[in-house]
């Protein structure tokens, strides 16, 4: 279960939408249109456990998501999804990883106050005599035009994905 | 028995004699002979360490991996609050301001450090930059590194950031940096090999109590840090999976 999130961690206008989290149900999201530019020089890094819980985060993490350290730990990783990303990206993500391989892509993320970032990201599955014990995130600043792209694809593939739901 | 002793080749010169005096202070520590043989190149490192003629190695965060993985390396201790950190650096005069400003089929000055280089490929890729669309001039050292941009053979060099910081301030003053990273958990380690295991709890208690010795201060000065630390064997494990998911390329 993830909490749905406050008005008053947001400032400015913000657009109130339900997202579907697989297996934890839905989650209310306020978004505000506005982007927070990646850090130059910075990677943004993260563990999880098998099912997604983060484990642990570096500073950089803490800083461009918004939320304190103890509000991470212990939280899913889908505290970060935006509504803009399509749900087959994170299938694509899961299934990659769970197979043991390396995934890449460009992410759209939530932060607490509702403004978002790009990233993009690679996930590495953690694996420890011979099994995969977690998974560890890595995110760095991406190139504008690979942001572009994906901004098109992705809406494509979620117009696709509502129409799906009809 | 000697032991070999060796140094991740991208150590900086000014260190060198200090390598030695530690090496001399590592044999009286374990009562055991070393060997110091320092590697001209990362190709002469990599092939001792195939033939498995290294015992103990000071290795970079990139090298760790292979000896850690596939040679059955134990990390022992780290240099104290020395994170491997990089820098991307522009002449003085350059028309470049930030990385995106570096169109394709720019000249990129590195070196054969591959954990350096690889991060600086990394910090390239905003600006659109990658192998395929650079062009790629390897020099021995850093200096020459930034002899290369001050020359205009290429508009763009990758810095290990403290060697950067310690190159003479008429050459930095020339230079301009576009970027520097803040990565934060990238850093070298002291590594043992197979046939120093039964050494290993001692030698890493002595290397964390270095610092407290009479002479060990001095003894850590000449290499460039204030003390060893303890590394816990999951946070090389840590290190190597981050350095797998920045080497990793789909195109490659």
Redesign the interface.
């Known amino acids: 279960m993830l909490a749905d999130m406050n008005p008053a961690w947001v400032t400015g206008d913000f657009q109130e939408k339900v997202i579907k989290l697989y297996g934890l149900g839905v989650r209310r999201v306020l978004v505000v249109d506005e982007e927070v530019p990646y850090?130059?020089?910075?990677?943004i890094?993260s563990?999880t456990d098998l099912t997604g819980v983060i484990t642990h985060v570096?500073?950089?993490f803490v800083e461009m998501s918004g939320y304190a350290e103890e509000e991470l730990i212990g939280a899913p990783h889908s505290i970060l999804r935006h509504p803009d990303m399509p749900k087959a990206a994170f299938r694509d993500l899961w299934d990659t990883i769970q197979r043991g391989q390396?995934w890449?892509g460009h992410v759209k993320n939530l932060r607490k106050d509702g403004r978002y970032y790009w990233v993009?990201a690679?996930?590495?599955p953690?694996v420890?005599c011979g099994r995969i014990i977690g998974y560890?995130?890595?995110r760095?600043?991406?190139?504008?035009?690979?942001v572009e792209e994906c901004k098109m694809l992705y809406a494509q593939m979620r117009a696709k994905e509502q129409l799906d739901c009809l | 028995m000697t032991y070999i002793f060796t140094v991740s080749p991208d150590f900086s010169p000014e260190y060198l004699s200090g390598w030695f005096v530690f090496n001399t202070w590592l044999q009286k520590a374990l009562d055991c002979r070393f060997h110091l043989e320092l590697m001209e190149d990362f190709q002469r490192l990599h092939r001792a360490i195939a033939a498995d003629k290294i015992d103990l190695i000071y290795a970079n965060p990139y090298d760790a991996a292979l000896l850690v993985r596939e040679k059955g390396f134990t990390a022992l201790a780290k240099p104290q609050g020395i994170a491997d950190e990089v820098v991307i650096a522009v002449a003085a005069n350059s028309m470049a301001m930030a990385v995106e400003d570096l169109p394709p089929g720019v000249r990129v000055a590195s070196t054969d450090d591959p954990d350096v280089h690889l991060i600086g490929m990394i910090l390239l890729e905003p600006a659109g930059l990658h192998k395929e669309n650079v062009r790629l001039e390897i020099a021995g050292n850093y200096v020459l590194v930034a002899k290369k941009l001050l020359q205009g053979e290429c508009e763009v060099g990758i810095f290990l950031a403290r060697a950067f910081d310690e190159l003479s301030r008429p050459v930095r003053s020339q230079l301009k940096v576009l970027v520097r990273s803040d990565i934060q958990v990238i850093h070298h380690a002291l590594m043992a090999g197979p046939r120093l295991i039964d050494k290993i709890d001692a030698l890493t208690s002595a290397l964390v109590k270095l610092a407290q010795e009479p002479k060990g201060q001095a003894l850590l000065a000449q290499l460039g840090f204030t003390g060893w630390g303890k590394v816990a064997p999951e946070e090389v494990e840590f290190m190597i999976d981050l350095m797998d998911t920045l080497a990793y390329s789909p195109a490659a």
């Open positions: 850090p130059d020089g910075r990677l890094v563990r570096n500073r950089s390396i890449q993009k690679t996930v590495i953690n420890r560890t995130s890595v760095r600043k991406p190139d504008r035009r690979k």
